[in-house]
């Protein structure tokens, strides 16, 4: 039964995706100076981050072209999950030149596909899990499996490095870490992830 309540809502979250795929440029002209969206929009962003996040800026995961002085404009602060608190930022310099605001469009842009209906998977397909069963919990060298149970859900995760720069990936179910919590849906297959 638990699979295929997972199977029900893993369908609409893909169908929720394809939308999140096609509107996210016009989703992300809604943020604001902080990189929120609005409630109304909320699903599209994550849960537990800012779009201004700053090692998506700052650590090259955006081109060279869209990377713009991040620390003369803003001060970022971590998400702490285990206190229920966001990452956010702190505004230092409000003044945007027309390039800063363009590339800064491209930074919350590439953020958005990276973690693309992310707050749709959390509030809306994701549940609530008060206990677990682990079956299966390994972890060493990059390579992980783990098999979890609850009364309303359940994970499988395992990666497995096949070379020296790629791995397997499949995660299913919901992502069931810490307990209690709400667990986000999980569908992930990626045969050829970097390590």
């Known amino acids: 039964m638990i699979f295929l309540k997972w199977l ?7 169908l929720f995706t394809v939308q999140c795929y096609i509107t996210n440029p016009f989703i992300c002209l809604f943020a604001d100076e902080y990189g929120n969206l609005p409630k109304a929009l909320r699903w599209w ?8 996040v700053e090692w998506m800026v700052t650590e090259s995961k955006v081109p060279k072209l ?3 002085d991040y620390a003369r404009h803003y001060v970022y602060h971590w998400e702490n999950h285990d206190a229920g608190i966001a990452g956010y930022v702190d505004i230092i310099d409000p003044h945007f030149t027309l390039m800063e605001r363009i590339q800064r ?3 919350r842009l590439a953020w958005l596909y990276r973690n693309t209906g992310y707050g749709f998977s959390y509030e809306v397909t994701g549940v609530d899990v008060t206990s677990v069963t682990k079956y299966a919990d ?4 990059g390579n992980r499996n783990k098999l979890y ?5 359940f994970m499988f995760r395992y990666e497995q490095n096949y070379s020296d720069a790629r791995k397997i990936r499949i995660w299913f179910g919901w992502k069931i870490e810490d307990i209690p919590k709400r667990c986000m849906l999980a569908f992930y297959v990626n045969f050829f992830r970097k390590r």
């Open 138 to 141: 390994y972890s060493s060298n």
């Open 8 to 14: 029900l809502f893993a369908v609409i979250d893909f």
């Open 105 to 107: 469009y491209f930074c």
């Open 45 to 52: 962003q994550t849960w537990d981050n800012t779009l201004d």
């Open 149 to 153: 149970v609850a009364d309303n859900a």
């Open 66 to 68: 869209f990377q713009y």
